[in-house]
Nanobody, 114 residues
Framework: QVRFVESGGGQVQPGGSLRLSCAVS????????MGWYRQTPGKQRVLVAF???????DYLDSVKGRFTISTNNTKDTVYLQMNSLQPDDSAVYYC????????WGQGAQVTVSS
């Protein structure tokens, strides 16, 4: 069974950094592309970044140059390094597949405020 457990969220001041981790069970890392998504109240979930099984990455325009997605296949974990955080980055962040999805985890709350 595929499951996602996100961690590493928190509150940070503008310009700060956070690293989100997503523990993935089910053995899908390295087989399927993985993505990080975010959602704010009343809005649809948005793809922020994805990484293919071959290591190709792409990002939402507003986070390019600030966020980095990576995987550790040995640890079955997907990471999202977020630097130069801005208030508009505040959201609940989720990981899941990219173009193939499973049940969503609980997400990690990120709040950027002074």
């Amino acid at each position: 069974q595929v499951r996602f457990v996100e961690s590493g969220g928190g509150q940070v001041q503008p310009g700060g950094s956070l690293r989100l981790s997503c523990a993935v069970s089910g053995g899908i890392i390295g087989i399927y592309s993985m993505g990080w998504y975010r959602q704010t109240p009343g809005k649809q979930r948005v793809l922020v970044a994805f990484i293919t099984s071959g290591g190709i990455t792409d990002y939402l325009d507003s986070v390019k140059g600030r966020f980095t997605i990576s995987t550790n296949n040995t640890k079955d974990t997907v990471y999202l390094q977020m630097n130069s955080l801005q208030p508009d980055d505040s959201a609940v962040y989720y990981c899941n597949g990219h173009r193939k999805w499973w049940d969503w985890g609980q997400g990690a709350q990120v709040t950027v405020s002074s």
